[in-house]
């Protein structure tokens, strides 16, 4: 069972967000403040956070702070009239997966929420469970990364990023190799989303521990996995 959060100070736009997705089969809840959204997920377990950014009291930024301290499984999609480039990588920052600015199509909003589901889902049974390069372990249905055996609170786009370089070690991907692959088709990001990313999987992985920088940048090209010294590629 999916169950979904709609987090908004204004009824009207929960209850559109609401109409919305409920024909999808999803479990809906909804959250009038940042403070009974925060007292919600303590108690209750969430697949996606649609999460309004002005908000008085407790504001969207600091919901999405407090979420991703000790979730890294919840995908949160903000819902903003705010469409300024600096929003977006701060929202990115603070462990937000996707933005969707008002006023949005109902489509858009529901292959959106469908993207933050699918990055829990995965086709195959012969996919490795863990993929291990030196004190890095990448465990793909869990969705988790250790280093040393300690988890790393990665986001899903953070994760999905990580793992499709790792499983792809001699590639060299653009920025927008990258969006193809783990963004929703036809969205728009800025590029630097994808250098937003990297540097938040180098520096969270490298406080956790990490003995080598496990993305390399390919100047006037993008990224690669970099393996560390003495490992065959």
Partial sequence: MVRILIV??????????????????????????????IQKMQNQS??????????????????CRQVRKGNTETGILILTAKTEVTDRVKGLNLGADDYLIKPFAPEELVARVKALLRRSTHDGDDKPQDLIIEELCINVERHEVKVANIPVELTSKEFDILLLMANRPKRVFTREHVMEQVWPVNEWHDPRTIDTHIKNIRTKLKNNGLSFNPIKTVWGVGYKFNFPDGIKR
């Avoid at 908004?8 to 959204?37: F, I, K, W």
């Avoid at 969430?46 to 919901?63: R, T």
Wanted: cysteine-free.
């Fill in 46 to 63: 969430y697949n996606v956070l649609i999460l309004d950014i002005m908000m008085p009291g407790i504001d969207g930024w600091e919901v």
């Fill in 8 to 37: 908004d100070d204004e009824q009207q736009m929960r209850q559109l967000v609401h109409v919305y997705l409920q024909n999808e089969g999803y479990t809906l809840d909804e959250a009038s403040s940042g403070e009974e959204a």
